[in-house]
């Protein structure tokens, strides 16, 4: 109920982001939140979501909140975020970070990130919600420069803009579970802000 009624009350108010650096494996009432979701969309809100720290597979797994019921997705403009290591190579995608062909869209940096704390602190953290923020101020940069792109074309670009990964990385920090980048995520890219710039530009 609190999710739901916060997506709401953010889009009630103006935004135009909304950045969820949570998530749970259950939820009573999961479909309280997807009837906010579709509403953000419905209201061109875009709506970013880190897709949880557990190493496992979303599609198989559920992680909420979600976009989708039985893979029928409700908005066009949810984008889940997993997070990717500091490192090249196979060692690309976070050991923590959950994954999804269908329900993870895109991949950023989310281990290692220097980051404010409480207490007027700095400190370097680790997980999908230091990922999701990243991808939010993506969002929130394109709609800065070209504000007549709507939420599902700021999603449409942030995903077709990535770089895409070609190389297969250790999933869920199992070095005998190696798979194509391509395999784990929607669009097997990560995402880059200057390229989604560019493409931003044409598309407006």
Request: charged share 20%; net charge neutral; hydrophobic share 40%.
């Amino acid at each position: 109920k609190d999710v739901a009624l916060a997506i709401r009350y953010a889009v009630d108010n103006g935004a135009s982001i909304i950045n969820g650096s949570f998530g749970k494996s259950f939820s009573p009432h999961s479909d309280w939140v997807r009837e906010a979701i579709a509403y953000a969309a419905k209201n061109d809100v875009v709506f970013v979501h880190a897709a949880g720290n557990d190493s496992k597979n979303v599609d198989t797994e559920p992680n909420f909140p979600d976009d989708n019921i039985n893979g029928q997705e409700i908005s066009d403009s949810y984008i889940r975020v997993g997070a990717l290591a500091p490192k090249y190579g196979s060692g690309l995608l976070a050991g923590f970070s959950n994954y999804g062909k269908s329900n993870v869209d895109v991949f950023a940096p989310g281990a290692s990130i220097y980051s404010t704390t409480p207490e007027n602190e700095y400190a370097t953290k680790g997980g999908t919600s230091m990922a999701a923020p990243a991808v939010a101020g993506v969002a929130a940069l394109i709609r800065s420069y070209y504000p007549k792109l709507s939420a599902a074309q700021v999603k449409q670009v942030i995903l077709d803009s990535g770089l895409t990964i070609k190389t297969k990385v250790v999933v869920g920090g199992n070095t005998d579970d190696i798979k194509p980048f391509s395999d784990i995520v929607k669009s097997g890219k990560i995402v880059n802000v200057y390229n989604a710039l560019i493409m931003a530009s044409k598309m407006a």
